[in-house]
């Protein structure tokens, strides 16, 4: 239902308001003050605002420049007696949408709104096309021709017709999602969404609320009906990245969902059929974690129609130049450079270095080093390899060991800390937060810390 916000002091308009908008079938809610009306405005995200000019402590121009400043797609329609028309038409250079005059005509209300509305939703429309323009172009994204990755690609040319259950299984920064996005663009169902989810950055306490939506009065602070992300997805592709962090509840749940086809949301009795693919992804073993009880094995059998395993980027060191060269090429685009290429000292660094942030990590530095650099070659210089001295084998060598222990034999930082040097902890932990993709709290649980005891670490180490 489309929510309406009125901010109004005067208790009669309001009335007036309220009653013609209820009628026409809207959700309406009012506030008499600016203060109150940008917190209904930050906490309820209202589709429309009715707002008065003419309020205490703070007027109607202020609030508007507020509402613009931090919810630039809110149309906002400004109330306003006769003699203000020409402070009205100087708020529709400020933002406002349109503006209506006291007393107004019912009829003419009703089109300024519905003609608020039907603009406001071609402009998300025209967003959800440059976005799928945008993810069309994303067929340029870097490969590489090793015989690794080419594998890779006749695979996903083999299953993106189909509409079976993917799993992609590698390290963090292989590409995942890449691939994952790769197989919904070349499916049947490339012009509906593809939504991905990061299951390790969502708390257990919020995982079904993500996932299945919300009915308004659900629990304390469902104001308002909420989609999830299966029904936000429907007709396209779901990509669940991470999906080992799932708890056993969100887990059997899922399997449901795959069963029936159908969702039901929290606080909902009506079931809501479903048509989405899924695609997972996961950095774990599965199987290995179906053993050992992390993952349901019957969750994993009806996703695992189909899987691919991605290599590390030190498994294809053939592709690492030709990547490079992309990202070099995005980096001058992104930020208005004009660097050539880069130096043989600067190539020899790439393909000796082992990459343990893969994909992801050649991108970063890559970028960087086209900021950085103040010659039209990428040099030595320029290259800042986060773990580590690409010439200290003895560092790489008990770096990976280490992350081996934190990552796969369930070791602690803590643990670790006892034994290496502050520069080895301060390596480790810049390296976890890669593999977090920067969420600190997925992070502070794979050192098996708390997420205080992690602020308080990157602080002391200098890690910003």
């Given amino acids: 239902m489309i929510k309406i916000l009125i901010i109004d002091d005067n208790k009669n308009m309001q009335i007036i308001l309220k009653n013609l908008l209820v009628d026409e079938g809207y959700d309406v809610i009012s506030t008499t003050n600016g203060k109150d009306g940008l917190s209904a405005v930050i906490e309820q995200s209202p589709d429309l605002v009715l707002l008065d000019i003419r309020l205490p402590e703070m007027n109607g121009i202020d609030i508007l420049q507020q509402i613009t400043k931090f919810e630039k797609e809110i149309p906002v329609i400004m109330i306003t007696a006769y003699g203000d028309v020409e402070t009205a038409v100087e708020t529709m250079k400020l933002g406002a949408f349109d503006y209506i005059t006291k007393p107004f005509v019912n009829e003419e209300l009703k089109l300024v709104i519905r003609k608020a509305l039907d603009t406001n939703e071609l402009k998300q429309e025209v967003k959800v096309l440059r976005q799928q323009l945008k993810a069309k172009k994303g067929d340029d994204v870097p490969m590489g021709n090793s015989i690794a990755i080419a594998l890779i ?30 197989i919904h663009r070349k499916s049947k169902r490339k012009n509906k969404a593809f939504i991905p989810i990061d299951c390790g950055a969502i708390p257990d306490t919020l995982v079904e609320s993500e996932l299945f939506g919300y009915q308004k009065g659900a629990f304390t602070g469902a104001s308002s009906a909420k989609k999830g992300k299966f029904e936000t997805a429907n007709g396209g592709t779901l990509f669940l990245d991470e999906i080992t962090n799932l708890p056993p509840s969100a887990q059997a ?17 009506k079931p809501i059929n479903i048509d989405v693919r899924i695609i997972v992804a996961t950095n774990l073993d599965m199987i290995k974690a179906v053993q050992e009880h992390h993952f349901r094995d019957d969750l994993f059998h009806r996703l695992n129609e189909f899987s691919l395993s991605l290599p590390t980027l030190k498994e294809r060191k053939d592709d690492i130049l030709i990547i490079a060269e992309q990202f070099l ?81 369930g070791s602690t930082i803590s643990d670790i800390t006892a034994i290496v040097s502050a520069e080895m ?18 992070a ?19 890690i910003e």
């Fill in 253 to 269: 749940k899922i399997l449901r969902v795959i069963q029936e086809k159908m969702i039901t949301k929290i606080g909902g009795t």
């Fill in 153 to 182: 690609l006749k695979q996903v040319e083999l299953v993106a017709s189909t509409d079976m259950s993917v799993i992609i299984q590698g390290k963090s920064g292989t590409g995942k999602e890449v691939i994952a996005n790769l």
């Fill in 329 to 409: 090429q995005e980096s001058n685009i992104e930020l208005d450079k004009n660097i050539i290429g880069f130096s043989p000292e600067a190539l020899n660094i790439l393909e000796s270095y082992s990459w343990p942030g893969n994909v992801r990590e050649l991108k970063h530095v890559i970028k960087k080093a086209v900021l950085l650099e103040e010659t039209d070659h990428i040099t030595p210089s320029a290259l800042d390899l986060e773990f580590g001295n690409v010439q200290s084998s003895p560092f790489k060598e008990a770096l990976d060991k280490y992350y081996e222990m934190i990552i796969t034999q």
């Fill in 444 to 462: 502070a649980r794979i050192l098996g810390i708390d997420r205080n005891t992690l602020y308080s670490k990157l602080k002391g180490l200098g």
């Fill in 425 to 442: 902890e301060r390596v480790l932990i810049k390296r976890i937060l890669v593999e977090a993709k920067y969420n600190k709290s997925k």
